[in-house]
């Protein structure tokens, strides 16, 4: 069976379940390495560099539910936040996670339609510091 390409020319493009299900995994797979990243209870930071290979426009509509569905680079960005909420929420002293995120769409459509989500979503000040779209 041949997959589709997703097409952001007229804004969110229907999410196929492939990706529903890939999202799911990397939403979980962030929680379990960041938390393993910062095991250590003397760390004060952690900086890491995060690159999204195949990003998307950001957002997708669900086939079934017809709702919008955030894709990797929110995933990404809100993984982050949550993980530092969970690793610091127990301990004594908080660790900053000053994390960087490479964003790569070689789509044009895609690539516009992803910019114009952040910026929408409040990401427009980071965009150039600390996320970077490729």
């Known amino acids: 069976m041949t997959l589709k390409q997703y097409n952001w020319k007229d804004g969110p493009d229907f999410?196929?379940?492939h990706s529903v299900a890939k999202h799911r995994i990397l939403q979980a797979y962030l929680a379990a390495y960041f938390q393993t990243l910062v095991s250590s209870?003397?760390?004060e930071t952690l900086k890491l560099t995060l690159i999204d290979?195949?990003?998307g426009g950001g957002l997708y509509v669900h086939q079934d539910t017809r709702?919008?569905?955030k894709g990797s680079p929110f995933i990404?960005?809100?993984a982050t936040r949550e993980a530092e909420y969970l690793i610091n929420k127990d301990r004594r002293k908080p660790v900053q996670l000053l994390v960087d995120y490479f964003f790569t769409e070689a789509d044009p459509h895609a690539h516009k339609h992803l910019d114009m989500v952040l910026r929408e979503a409040g990401y427009g000040n980071r965009i150039g510091n600390g996320i970077y779209l490729e």
């Open 67 to 69: 709702e919008l569905v």
């Open 76 to 78: 990404f960005l809100e």
């Open 41 to 43: 209870p003397n760390r």
């Open 15 to 17: 999410i196929q379940q």
């Open 53 to 55: 290979g195949f990003a």
